[in-house]
């Protein structure tokens, strides 16, 4: 593995061991570096049959040849193909050549906390060239295959964050959960239907005028850790939504505060707060990058845990911005002007640039280099180090748990990320919409996002945006079904999405039932993937690189060292072709049968799939562990009662801990081998 450096890179933190720096540029693969004032530029040729790997959570296909790519977290609620970016800026990708090749597979990490470029094969088919500002620290990192490069750039980034195993349990959520009788019907609905959950998740509206750490008046300020405690009476753990923005408000604590101690971002000035409008209306926005703010904003968080909130989800911290205040006036000048301009509109051109003008300010470049940072006493326009800013809201907020909460753990995501922001918390794939590419789209990104680090992730299952369909919610279950975050989410004003909304809630019992009989899998597979490097999901050619086939499947992924799951992905459809690089064992789970299993010759196979069963394939000579179908909790699951499915022969050793501990000591981490006999 080699590091270069250029010019004189800002500190993000990603890399927690470095190694020594390498003088020159790198050569491998015909790379080509060139450096001029402001901008810095590699490039490399792409043959035939290469594929690239990573660049974490963005758009598009598990290999990304054919596309150029923004690194630049972006609030971005349409995550269609003609996108650049999303909310994740992970700037790790591996480029594989074909098997039989004399070139060895080769890994990149841009150390670059601003907008990074990837053209892979956009403007030539056959040629990749990454662009940046002029200070970075390149790594490149050699390997056998991608995947052995993979856990090779996995072992200098650190470990994962390590969640609580509760935070593996079902979660319910929807933007518009506003009173506490909301919250009391959808707990006591799943409880009367025998429905596992085990978090119900409070969106926005649980604040008062969408301010950060308070209650709204009305329903929850009066005896909140009461209602929170009636919540886990029920079973329940609440999870509260925490936004960047802090609403400017005369007489809002927390913002007064800020004010005076100046931990908010700054205009050019360095003197006056740099103002944002999100949520609340007009906003400051934490200094994540300064020390001091970043631990005042994440004992904060105090408020809520002390009423007996055990998990967060950290949203808003791209930063989104609807508009500034210097925006807005701008574009008033711009629309007077407009408006005064008896000529106007003289053609449609005329409307489109004042279209462009009104949807133009929202995340607007022009305001990402409005403001400023302080940086251990430095000032640092945002737009050099914009992807660091959603990665250092979860480390406030960690940070701040291991004092709050020191001997447990905190459940904690976030919605904008970089890499190293992986050590503090996990994420969520942000705004996804009800659309059946969207469930192609979270098995194209969960093998880069473990690749970058992060492996306590899920997407909202049923999809954020639009109105979902039942058929559409089990297709999305049966993927989250392995996910370590498996939370039902939709948008305001979308059909209501609930399992109990359906036709036959008892399908959607079904499979979540089937998920919590999976857990002590599914954790052990999590812990050892932390232990080891490992990623959780993976490409098929990860583990056959040398299998042509299985270098372009797309739509199926390996989970663990056991199994290979392959999700229906169209409507309409009860079953599909599924390719098997090796022979294996598929394990069917349908109602009141026993879990069924059928040997399965290497090859393409026709595989049924109802919406209401779970059908996966367990490795050849492989096992896992599966619980009782009894447990409504995650606490409930018997791990002492666990059947072997797959081969009879196979063993599986079995990783686990008491799941709540920070202290890993206290964990008590252990193995077992389980065996059939
Ligand atoms: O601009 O809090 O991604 O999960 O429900 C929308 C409301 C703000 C975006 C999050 C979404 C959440 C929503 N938030």
């Known amino acids: 593995m080699k590091r270069y450096v250029y010019g004189t890179p800002i500190e993000t933190g990603a890399v ?10 790198p050569e491998d693969l015909s790379m080509s570096v060139a450096t001029k004032e402001d901008n810095w530029t590699l490039s490399l040729p792409l043959e035939e049959g290469d594929i690239v790997y990573g660049l974490g959570e963005t758009v598009r296909g598990i290999n990304k040849r054919g596309w150029k790519y923004i690194s630049w977290s972006t609030d971005e609620f349409d995550h269609s193909e003609g996108k650049n970016s999303l909310y994740g800026a992970h700037n790790f990708l591996i480029i594989a050549p074909k098997p039989g090749s004399d070139r060895k597979p080769v890994g990149l990490f841009i150390d670059q906390p601003g907008k990074v470029t990837y053209d892979i094969g956009y403007q030539k088919q056959d040629e990749m060239t990454i662009t940046c500002d002029s200070n970075l620290e390149l790594y490149v990192i050699e390997g056998s295959t991608a995947y052995d490069i993979a856990k090779k750039f996995r072992s200098i980034i650190g470990k994962p964050y390590l969640a609580p195993r509760f935070g593996f349990g079902y979660g319910q959520s929807r933007w518009g959960y506003k009173t506490k009788e909301d ?5 006591d609905k799943f409880n009367e239907l025998n429905m596992p959950v085990d978090m119900i998740y409070m969106d926005i509206d649980y604040m008062q005028d969408f301010e950060d750490f308070t209650l709204n008046e009305k329903e929850f300020a009066d005896d909140f850790p009461g209602f929170v405690q009636k919540m886990k009476d029920k079973g329940i753990r609440l999870i509260p939504i925490i936004d960047a923005g802090i609403k400017m408000l005369e007489g809002y604590g927390i913002y007064e505060e800020g004010e005076a101690k100046n931990y908010f971002c700054k205009l050019e000035d360095h003197k006056t707060d740099f103002t944002g409008a999100v949520w609340p209306g007009y906003a400051a926005f934490p200094d994540f990058l300064n020390p001091e703010a970043r631990n005042w904003f994440g004992m904060k968080y105090k408020i809520l845990t002390d009423a007996g909130i055990e998990g967060f989800w950290n949203d808003m911290n791209e930063p989104a911005l609807f508009y500034s205040a210097q925006g807005m006036q701008e574009l008033k000048e711009y629309l007077t002007q407009f408006a005064n301009d008896p000529a106007k509109p003289v053609n449609c051109y005329d409307v489109f640039d004042l279209n462009d003008h009104v949807g133009g300010i929202k995340n607007s470049m022009k305001d990402y280099e409005r403001f400023y940072h302080n940086m251990d006493g430095q000032w640092i326009r945002h737009d050099k180090v914009h992807n660091l800013y959603g990665s250092l809201m979860t480390k406030a907020a960690t940070d701040a748990f291991k004092k709050l909460r020191p001997e447990q753990r905190t459940l904690m995501f976030s919605r904008a990320s970089t890499i190293g922001g992986h050590r503090d918390g996990g994420i969520w794939t942000g705004d996804n919409v009800s659309w059946w590419s969207h ?12 690749m970058s680090g992060f492996l306590y992730t899920g997407a909202d299952l049923g999809g954020f945006g639009q109105n979902t369909t ?11 079904m392995f ?5 039902n989410h939709a948008a305001l004003g979308t059909r209501e999405q609930e399992p109990y909304q359906f036709e036959h809630p008892e399908d959607f019992t079904f499979l979540i039932e089937q998920r919590y009989r999976l857990i002590p899998y599914l954790y052990s ?26 270098r372009e499947v797309e739509d199926q992924l390996l989970f663990g060292h056991e199994l290979v799951i392959a999700p229906v992905l169209e409507q309409n459809k009860t079953g599909r072709m599924v390719y098997l690089p090796e022979s294996m064992m598929e394990v069917r789970f349908a109602k009141d049968q026993p879990i069924q299993t059928q040997p399965r010759e290497a090859g393409w196979h026709y595989i049924c799939y109802p919406l209401n069963e779970l059908v996966f394939f367990v490795r050849n000579n492989k096992a896992i562990p599966v619980a009782e179908h009894s447990a409504r909790r995650v606490d409930e699951i018997n791990d002492q009662d666990l059947t072997l499915i797959g081969y009879p022969e196979a063993r599986y050793v079995m990783v686990a801990d008491d799941g709540i501990s920070l202290d890993p000591a206290k964990a008590g981490y252990h193995e077992t081998v389980l065996t059939n006999v």
Do not use: W
Request: glycine letters at 4%; a neutral charge; charged letters at 25%.
């Open 16 to 25: 927690v061991c470095k190694p020594e720096t390498t003088s020159g540029n």
């Open 183 to 187: 919250f009391y019907k959808i707990a």
């Open 439 to 450: 469930l192609g789209l979270l098995v194209h990104q969960l093998p880069a996002i473990n």
């Open 470 to 480: 039942r058929d559409l919610v089990l297709r999305f279950m049966q993927i989250g």
């Open 483 to 487: 996910t370590p975050l498996m939370r």
């Open 525 to 550: 597979e999590y812990l050892k993937a932390i232990k080891t490097d490992d990623m959780m999901f993976r490409p098929l050619a990860f583990d056959f690189p040398e299998d042509p086939i299985a």
